[in-house]
């Protein structure tokens, strides 16, 4: 008890002053007057961050459970554009969240420079949390928009793993963060707000280069919103000539659907085409299929999206074998989990796994055919796995074993 109220004692003990002397330039008592670093600019500003973070947070863990799910996590498989709404507001959200980011960090960025620097050593460890709060929001949107950009190589860490972890730090350090700001906050909104008749009041302020908070406040939901629009053709068909960030116009590539990775890439050129290509289905007994075996198969056609992980997608018109019928061929129980490996040999994408409600869901095919032609060898000539409501990454290319898990 007395240990707890010792160390709460020498976390509030007021700490020596600094020298007056150092108390120049940007830590001079009056440096900083522009009534647009309001309380109020700042609460407003930090609730459309909050929101944009919140939604990246949500959206991303939906992402991260389906690639690597719990016993406890269910994704269905409809409605069957689910996920590319997910994770295209995921995207979405967080290039908005880019200039929204900015202009709260600008807002507030006065304080760096308060004065005193530390008061007690509670303080310098509440301002310490800000450092691991900045760090970890910039952190999420530069490898988010460096991932995106596909520019894999460009860190030394693994991206979702280092993005998945610093999303739970950002996320913590928000809460946190609004705990330990909730009267400002509150006072920030509230109508009554101190600063609010001053600075409407002073349109044409100097200290504010003569924008009003309004204006200022406008002209950040204006980039937002354009960072938001620009980014969603990658995803919604009307908006794709509007796109500025994404490379990934859901129109363009080879049978009018994009690539993510193409098949000289992932080295399966020659295999793919091979007439030696089987696909192997390991069940109760093993069995091999060739190109021709699979044609002769009852064939199904079906619309669903590709949905990168990334952000694009695009809708497309598959025909192939359900892949019911092929876990009926290798005797696969109902509940039965199977294992989609692709020629591929390397690499992070060769293989997937497919379970249920997705498995033996109707939609769910083995595809051969991609508009109505056999498909492009980038897009996973000659069999690829097509199911609904399911992210990109896990549409094998190339497939060539289906086995039991
Ligand atoms: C411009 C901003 C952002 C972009 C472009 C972006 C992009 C992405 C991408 C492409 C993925 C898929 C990774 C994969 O499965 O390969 C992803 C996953 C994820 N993102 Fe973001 N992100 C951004 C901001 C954020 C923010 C602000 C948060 C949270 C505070 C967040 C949390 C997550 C989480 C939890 C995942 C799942 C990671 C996993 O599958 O393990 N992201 N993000
Ligand atoms: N074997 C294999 N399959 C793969 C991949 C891969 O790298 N290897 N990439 C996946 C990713 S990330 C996406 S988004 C989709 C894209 O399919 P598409 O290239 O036909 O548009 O394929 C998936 N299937
Ligand atoms: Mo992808």
């Known amino acids: 008890m007395t240990r707890a109220r010792d160390v709460a004692g020498a976390l509030h003990r007021p700490l020596p002053e600094p020298p007056e002397a150092l108390r120049r330039g940007p830590l001079r008592e009056d440096a900083w007057r522009s009534p647009l670093r309001s309380e109020r600019t700042a609460a407003i500003l930090g609730v459309a961050v909050g929101i944009a973070f919140g939604v990246c947070f949500l959206t991303g863990l939906i992402s991260h459970y389906i690639q690597n799910p719990g016993s406890w996590f269910y994704w269905p498989s409809r409605p069957v554009q689910l996920y590319r709404v997910t994770q295209g507001l995921h995207v979405v959200s967080g290039f908005a969240a880019i200039p929204l980011l900015l202009a709260k960090l600008w807002t507030v960025y006065p304080k760096l420079w308060e004065w005193p620097p530390v008061e007690t050593v509670a303080h310098a460890l509440s301002r310490l949390s800000l450092l691991v709060l900045v760090g970890a929001g910039i952190f999420q949107l530069v490898t988010g928009v460096v991932n995106v950009a596909r520019w894999y190589e460009v860190f030394p860490f693994f991206f979702t793993v280092a993005h998945y972890w610093t999303a739970w730090i950002a996320i913590g350090a928000i809460l946190v963060h609004i705990g330990s700001k909730l009267t400002i ?31 200022f406040l406008t002209v950040v939901a204006a980039t937002a919103g354009t960072a938001a629009f620009t980014t969603a053709g990658q995803t919604v068909p009307a908006l794709s000539k509007f796109i500025v960030f994404g490379q990934r116009d859901p129109g363009l590539g080879p049978q009018g659907l994009p690539v993510n990775q193409s098949a000289v890439a992932a080295g399966v050129t020659e295999t793919a085409v091979d007439p030696a290509y089987r696909l192997v289905l390991e069940g109760a007994t093993r069995l091999e299929l060739t190109l021709a075996d699979l044609r002769d198969l009852e064939q199904h056609t079906v619309d669903l999206p590709i949905t990168c992980v990334e952000g694009w997608s695009a809708s497309a018109t598959w025909t192939g074998v359900r892949f019911a019928t092929l876990l009926d061929l290798m005797g696969v ?28 869901h109707p939609l769910t095919l083995l595809a051969l055919q991609l508009d109505g032609e056999d498909l492009h060898l980038d897009h996973g000539y000659p069999a690829r796995l097509i199911a609904p409501n399911r992210p990109g990454v896990m549409q094998t290319k190339w497939v060539t074993l289906v086995s039991r898990r």
Do not use: C, F, K
């Open 185 to 215: 906050i509150r006072r920030g909104l509230s109508r009554e707000s101190p600063d609010l008749g001053s600075v409407d009041a002073s349109t044409n302020d100097e200290d504010s280069g003569g924008l009003s908070r309004r204006g």
């Open 333 to 360: 129980p109902e509940d039965g989990e199977v294992q989609v490996e692709s020629l591929q040999t390397g690499g992070l994408y060769r293989a997937s796994t497919l379970a249920p409600p997705h498995s033996r």
